[in-house]
């Protein structure tokens, strides 16, 4: 398997503009996490999912942030508009019996 | 409530001298506890982690860990610390009846000095 795949890897965009992060989960896995990593905050979960449905979304900063799961092998965690301190790396994983595995994240740039 | 403390954000070893890494865990019921590792623009690599049996338990590159219930701690050791070692370290903990969710640690950033 080829791990849980992000993309794009690096996003640069204006404040304002609506940015798209995607993520592939590992098949099989059932449950799917969206974290952010600052400097600031350090690694903060935004919203998890167990079986494509959304079961705790207390860690999405504001209403700007929406993610969705359509089927068991895609995400999306939009952020829209979007603002410059929304900068941060931003990591998927998925897990599977008790073990997460993490994406290469997505550096967003907003300026 | 369930929860992750790391003691001390930034550790600094000489290359060869013993490495130890702090954890400490909150859980309502008994956690299954992780370590991950983060090389600098990567994603989280799995370390080791602790389920049920042996509360020692090994990981890749020599490190190991030890679950002590009497003290809620699961530090990180390796005998001999090594250059590629440097890199930041998280600490994870989540529940053993639902596993759906894991709670992170502040992450400790290690740093070998040559």
């Known amino acids: 398997d080829a791990g849980v795949i992000q993309s794009p890897r690096h996003e640069v965009t204006e404040m304002g503009q609506e940015v798209t992060l995607r993520c592939k989960p590992i098949?099989?896995?059932?449950?799917l996490f969206w974290y952010r990593q600052t400097m600031m905050r350090g690694l903060e979960l935004l919203i998890y999912?167990?079986?494509?449905?959304?079961?705790?979304d207390s860690g999405m900063p504001e209403d700007r942030f929406s993610a969705k799961m359509p089927n068991a092998s895609f995400s999306t965690l939009k952020i829209q508009p979007s603002e410059p301190r929304d900068s941060a790396v931003y990591f998927c994983?998925?897990?599977?019996?008790?073990?997460?595995?993490f994406g290469q994240g997505t550096r967003l740039t907003v300026v | 409530a369930q929860s992750v403390t790391q003691l001390g954000s930034h550790v600094s070893v000489s290359e060869g001298a013993l490495v130890l890494l702090r954890c400490n865990y909150s859980?309502?019921?008994?956690?299954?506890l992780f370590w991950y590792v983060q090389y600098p623009n990567q994603g989280l690599q799995l370390l080791l982690k602790y389920t049920t049996g042996a509360t020692l338990v090994k990981g890749i590159n020599g490190f190991e860990a030890e679950f002590k219930k009497s003290e809620t701690s699961f530090h990180l050791t390796k005998p001999s610390a090594h250059m590629s070692d440097a890199a930041e370290y998280f600490c994870a903990v989540t529940l053993s009846n639902t596993g759906n969710q894991f709670y992170f640690g502040t992450g400790t950033s290690l740093t070998v000095i040559p």
């Open positions: 098949s099989g896995h059932n449950s």
């Open positions: 859980s309502s019921v008994p956690p299954y």
């Open positions: 999912f167990n079986n494509n449905v959304p079961i705790d």
């Open positions: 994983a998925s897990s599977f019996q008790f073990e997460a595995f």
